[in-house]
């Protein structure tokens, strides 16, 4: 991987008011992530992940501190920056080619080359003219990756994109997550509640911690991809965030919230 800083966090803090009362979202947040890097971010519901993840984005601008993006200051949401929620979100009246390349104009031969470059790298040719409907959970959610990745994103921000599939598709896409990455190369961030999918997809782990949300550990995973998730190594790294989180039932090995 280079060397150069994709994303400059620097000490940035989130607070806003509920039911009459300050609440501390995010406090003393400072990460480097290198271009070409996967950072996974993981921690117990209430901890400021997502609420992280629209603050590089440009989607919330309240908060003190700065968010340097390519040296670049966030001040809005752009291009640079694609952003895939748990929901595909995808317009149910256009087809997938057309979801893909949603506002750009297909009929330009640059964008109908970019749009059918990005159905081949998320392995979706042949439905090209599908609708949403017509696809699964999984196939929605890498319509969703194509659409963000033909805006050549200096970093794409996934928001738990595969907690709403089932355990057999959720496995596949996270596979087909690093496929995608393989052949683009792209920066990732990817907030996820799930400890393996930490693990297998992360270069390092960013574990968090709540009230008030912060970083509470950073975990490098120094293990070749594909990972083989049965593997010594990998189940070390496993534990390893396990027991940073601090909720391990000693005699069943679980994460317990």
């Avoid at 990460?31 to 993981?42: C, G, P, S």
Wanted: glycine residues 6%.
């Amino acid at each position: 991987m280079m060397s150069t800083l994709a994303l400059d966090i620097q000490q940035v803090n989130k607070t806003f008011y509920s039911d009459g009362q300050l609440t501390e979202a995010l406090t003393g947040i400072n990460l480097q992530v290198k271009e070409n890097e996967i950072i996974t971010i993981i921690g117990p519901s209430g901890c400021g992940k997502s609420t992280l993840l629209k603050i590089i984005a440009g989607l919330d601008l309240e908060h003190d501190g700065t968010v340097l993006v390519a040296g670049k200051r966030v001040e809005r949401p752009s291009r640079d920056k694609g952003f895939i929620f748990q929901e595909h979100r995808l317009f149910p009246w256009l087809t997938v080619e057309k979801n893909i390349a949603a506002d750009l104009n297909l009929k330009d031969p640059e964008v109908r080359a970019q749009v059918d470059k990005a159905i081949q790298l998320v392995k979706l040719h042949g439905f090209e003219k599908a609708f949403p409907k017509q696809l699964s959970g999984g196939m929605s959610q890498r319509v969703a990756i194509a659409r963000a990745l033909i805006r050549n994103p200096r970093i794409l921000l996934l928001d738990e994109p595969f907690g709403a599939l089932d355990a057999f598709t959720r496995t596949h896409m996270q596979e087909s997550l690093l496929e995608i990455w393989k052949g683009n190369q792209t920066t990732m961030l990817l907030v996820t509640h799930d400890i393996d999918e930490a693990v297998f997809l992360g270069h390092r782990i960013v574990v968090m911690d709540s009230r008030p949300g912060k970083i509470k550990r950073v975990i490098p995973v120094e293990l070749h991809h594909p990972r083989n998730r049965a593997g010594t190594a990998f189940l070390e790294v496993r534990k390893e965030v396990l027991k940073t989180l601090e909720y391990v039932e000693e005699t069943t090995d679980t994460w317990v919230i």
